[in-house]
């Protein structure tokens, strides 16, 4: 899976287009490639969880299968993970 | 000159703004912001008004959870849950945490407020015939291009309303809430509410012609307000949830459902902008442990500290107040759907924690200085995610006014140091929120006048100028079957742009009480006129609007009588139709932190739509163009009854072909400067009609009509009552609607062609007539009695060099005094010279962070529209005072 900034744990959010790199304190492009950068560390967010499942036609939606006991939860890919989050494979 | 570093398919990205000619630039006051807010407002200044996902995906979600539950319940659960989901994001050299949203400016769409926008397509296919209505005022509505502005699609980012960024993948998330909301939001309920009415068709076409711009009540209903602190300044939040389960074992067996909800809703929503602040004490803790030197770290352990102590607690400091000040003024705009939160007279309410940190030495003047430029950059940050339409209306504006001056409640002068430490920073940081305002009373020292003038000279636009004496009139009339105390009227201050609002003295302190409304807007007055002489037909839209009038307009009388009839069922039809729309609000949209802060809900049990506020006779109705409409009057008066220059008939005629000039649309020209005449035929009865009489120039034969029209609209406001049983009140402020309703109009009698911006405010000549100096201009504007008006409000270009100086300055302050004086409410300037922003509109990259007054608020002159920068440039410039 191609790694770009926004995906970045040290991405701290700017506005829609850039973002602030921690490891490297400057601004950054959000959807700069980041296949080469050693500081890259993956965000907790719903889309890399191993329960997320996307939406059938759907790019950015899907829900969380966490719970079989309750019906499917509507999230998207973007959402900041709950304290459930297990990265997927 | 700018130089672009990135760019992604077009839109730049890059924060590099040019330098622009000193010699056009050059300020008499101009001062730089300390480092720390300079980094922040250039952070700012390259941030894009970006959307977020957040707060709508987890409102939604907790909503639908949480169906069959008590309304208030079930609302406050979703703010709870939506508050506490937020992602804390603290740039670096931040001293007041908190924002909106993750992004430095960003916003959030609340569908369940107003959905259509995002769904506008959808809505096109569903409501045909309003949407075409609505259509029209977005066409004719004109979005800057520059500053933060994304007026295009680029890259991952899509463009809505030509003005926010939201990523792809976050906009399939809001769309799906959008569509949940759909015919249920309070837009939707409103619209689909209004066809009880039964001249809803009518409305349709009103709102078609655009008679009236009524985008905003279909939109945002509260604002226009000020913020009440007091309650968590005094007793903090948790004194606050005590209080309501006090109320709750006190009342559970009255029988008082209702207050029982909203006591525990507002426990509930307490409780979720408790978690808010602790999760930005968490991140400001851990931005410490990741500190690159010593200062930084401990800056942020102390943020942190601060941030857990008032998510509690009373503030002890300066700083915990201020920062708990902003902490609630915020949660409130991300509560409601609001235009026009302002932090009052915050200089009041801060200054006993701001004197007792300076008598125990725990702060300086310096540091004041700096955390209250801090403070200026994040008032500035606020966003609201609008319509087209509404941003045009708004000018992109949210009208945070701080107000300094005044009396105190036992009538002496309530000018304090730290209000001149707060012009201080207006000076040093200039940025158009929170946007200052001076309460103009005899009391108040020269030198506190002075200062403030000085303010003026930089250029910023503010502060603007009232009339203490004449809003305290406005409040002890107006709010005196609600038993209005005269300390509260003393403590009133203004929420937005001028709108008064009577103070609500909490345990003696400055506090706010009373309810908000955007009320029922715009009356689009020369366009009224306009129907008049076509028999109530619009011939822009080809609709036929109004029944005809079948009166023949032979005398003057005549006229008046058409006009008054149209202007009559205007005001009435829009007034009901914003009763039963904005009634839908009433139905789930409630505020509900808002109303625990609000003076006196808690102590009631009722929130602020159930009356709970202290002060409830607020619903306003406002108007535009008043101006061109009395100098059209005047103009049929003399040319057509008077000197018989030229016949109704033929007037109609030469107004039909725009005085045989091209029309606004293809020059791109929105003043009547450089205008190109295509056809001399009509060029005499132009001539005659420019040369009657004008507004603004002390002239009673115009002032006279311009008081009558005034009135008789005062008149028509009141006669209807709002959801409260309380009358409506008349409001004059034109905000940016000046722009768009004059598009709406064809060419009018006094000469101004089609399409060409109206007048600004409600008392500015229309630009370039106003001859006989600025005295002259108070003189008309005084004709009425301001007192009568929830705001009145009048803007004066000056040029730099007209109040240079000590001499220049006391030239001002007699201008002002003289204005006051005469029973003026309000009163601005526009201390530019008009050479710059001819520079600046054809260099707009090297006026990044030039600011101008509008109409009652300042903005960036890179993100105001065309037809609102040609207005500017063309009102009179005034080289003496």
Same mark, same amino acid.
């Given at each position: ?89 | ?63 639908? &959870? ?8 079930? =609302? ?16 670096? /050299? ?18 369940? *407020? ?127 949830? /005590? ?18 909800? $909203? ?19 968490? &991140?400001? #803790? ?50 409601? /759907? ?31 200085? @700096? ?150 807007? $715009? ?41 008054? #009839? ?107 400067? @450089? ?43 009141? &006669? ?5 049983? =309380? ?54 504007? *005084? ?91 063309? =009102? ?6």
């Amino acid at each position: 899976m191609a790694k770009y900034c926004k995906d970045c744990k040290n991405c701290a959010t700017f506005d829609v287009f850039k973002g602030n790199c921690e490891a490297l304190g400057k601004r950054v492009i959000l959807d700069t490639p980041m296949d080469d950068c050693s500081d890259y560390q993956q965000k907790e967010k719903c889309g890399f969880c191993k329960y997320y499942a996307m939406k059938p036609k759907e790019e950015f939606l899907g829900v969380c299968r966490k719970d079989s006991d309750v019906p499917d939860v509507d999230v998207y890919a973007e959402l900041v993970a709950c304290n459930d989050f297990v990265p997927s494979a | 000159m700018a130089v672009e570093k990135e760019k992604l398919s077009g839109m730049r990205l890059s924060f590099q703004y040019g330098t622009p000619p000193a010699e056009l630039t050059q300020r008499e006051i101009k001062r730089e912001p300390t480092l720390r807010a300079k980094k922040l407002l250039d952070d700012y200044y390259e941030a894009k008004v970006s959307l977020d996902t957040e707060f709508p995906y987890w409102y939604t979600k907790t909503w639908r &959870e949480n169906e069959g539950q008590n309304p208030i319940i079930r =609302r406050s659960l979703a703010l709870k849950s939506a508050y506490e989901h937020l992602t804390p994001m603290i740039p670096s /050299q931040e001293l007041l945490a908190m924002q909106k949203t993750r992004f430095v400016r960003g916003s959030f769409m609340m569908p369940w *407020t107003a959905n259509r926008f995002a769904l506008s397509d959808e809505e096109h296919m569903a409501h045909e015939a309003e949407a075409a209505s609505l259509k029209s005022l977005e066409e004719i509505t004109v979005i800057a291009e520059g500053g933060g502005n994304v007026t295009e699609s680029a890259g991952n980012v899509l463009s809505i309303s030509k003005r926010f960024g939201i990523r792809k993948e976050d906009y399939a998330a809001l769309i799906e809430d959008c569509r949940y909301w759909k015919n249920k939001s309070s837009e939707d309920m409103g619209f689909m509410w209004g066809a009880m009415h039964p001249k809803y068709d009518e409305y349709l076409n009103i709102k078609k012609a655009v008679l009236v711009h009524v985008d905003l009540e279909t939109s945002i209903r509260h604002g226009r307000n000020v913020v009440n602190y007091q309650y968590p300044l005094q007793i903090g939040f948790n004194g606050m949830i /005590q209080e309501c389960k006090d109320k709750i074992d006190a009342n559970l067996n009255e029988g008082c459902v209702d207050k029982i909800a $909203f006591w525990k809703g507002a426990i509930n929503v307490i409780e979720g902008v408790k978690t808010w602040i602790k999760n930005y004490a968490k &991140e400001a #803790k851990r931005l410490a442990g990741i500190a690159k030197d010593n200062k930084a770290q401990q800056e942020l352990l102390e943020m942190s500290e601060r941030l857990e102590w008032i998510s509690e607690n009373p503030p002890r400091t300066f700083m915990e107040a201020l920062q708990l000040c902003w902490t609630c003024h915020i949660a409130v705009t991300n509560e409601i /759907q609001g235009s026009g939160f302002s932090p009052g007279r915050l200089g009041q309410v801060l200054y006993p924690f701001w004197k007792k940190d300076m008598e125990e030495g725990r702060i300086t003047r310096e540091q004041t200085i @700096e955390a209250l430029e801090c403070m200026r950059v994040k008032f500035t940050g606020i966003d609201l995610a609008m319509a087209v339409g509404t941003i045009g209306l708004l000018a992109g504006s949210t009208f945070n006014n701080l107000c300094v001056g005044g009396v105190k409640p036992d009538g002496t002068s309530a000018e304090n140091e730290l209000e001149e430490l707060i012009i201080e920073s207006a000076i040093s940081c200039a940025t158009p929120q929170p946007t200052l305002t001076v309460l103009y009373d005899g009391k108040l020292s020269d030198k506190f006048i002075h200062k403030a003038i000085e303010c003026n000279k930089t250029g910023t636009g503010y502060p603007a100028w009232v009339n203490n004496r004449i809003a305290m009139e406005y409040c002890l009339r107006n709010f005196r079957d609600e038993g209005i105390t005269l300390e509260d009227a003393r403590a009133w201050t203004i929420g937005g742009c001028l709108e008064i609002q009577p103070g609500a003295l909490v345990n003696g302190e400055f506090g706010a009480g009373s309810y908000s409304s955007t009320g029922a807007s $715009f009356i689009n007055a020369p366009k009224v006129l306009e129907l008049v002489l076509f028999d109530g037909y619009d011939r822009r839209t080809k609709t036929q609007v109004f029944p005809p009038h079948g009166l023949e307009l032979k005398t003057f009388e005549e006229v008046m009588t058409a006009w008054q #009839k149209y202007m009559h069922e205007l005001v009435v039809v829009l007034e009901e139709m914003y009763n039963i729309r904005a009634s839908a609000f009433l139905e789930h949209d409630n505020p509900m932190f808002y109303s625990a802060l609000m003076a006196d809900c808690l102590e009631t049990g009722l929130h602020m739509d159930k009356g709970g506020s202290r002060y409830n006779k607020c619903m306003t109705t406002w108007i535009t163009g008043q101006v061109n409409l009395a100098n059209s009057l005047a103009s049929i008066k003399k040319n057509v009854f008077d000197d018989k220059n030229f016949t109704m008939d033929e007037l109609k005629d030469t107004l039909i072909n725009n005085f045989g000039y091209e029309s606004a649309l293809e020059t791109g020209k929105f003043s009547m400067v @450089e205008q190109i005449r295509e056809d001399d035929k009509f060029a005499k009865i132009h001539a005659q009609c420019v040369a009657a009489p004008k507004y603004g120039n002390d002239d009673p034969y115009v002032d006279e009509i311009y008081k009558q029209v005034v009135e008789d609209w005062r008149d028509y406001v009141s &006669e209807v009552k709002d959801f409260f049983g =309380r009358s409506y009140v008349p409001c004059q402020l034109s905000v940016a609607t000046h722009g768009p309703l004059g598009q709406a109009c064809l060419a009018s009698a006094d000469g101004r062609l089609a399409g060409l911006t109206l007048a600004d405010g409600a008392q500015s000549p229309y630009p370039g007539t106003d001859l006989n100096g600025p005295y002259a201009v108070l003189n008309s504007a *005084t004709v009425i009695d301001h007192s009568d008006y929830q705001n009145t409000q009048l803007n004066m270009k000056i040029h730099p060099s007209a109040i240079k100086g000590l001499t220049g300055a006391e030239k001002l302050k007699e201008l002002i005094k003289a204005y006051m004086d005469k029973g003026g409410y309000h009163i601005q300037f526009n201390i530019v010279d008009t050479k710059m922003l001819k520079d600046a509109q054809a260099n707009p990259q090297n006026y990044r962070d030039l600011m101008v007054r509008v109409a009652g608020f300042t903005q960036y002159w890179v993100e105001l529209s065309k037809p609102i920068q040609d207005e500017i440039i063309a =009102r009179t410039e005034y080289e003496e005072v």
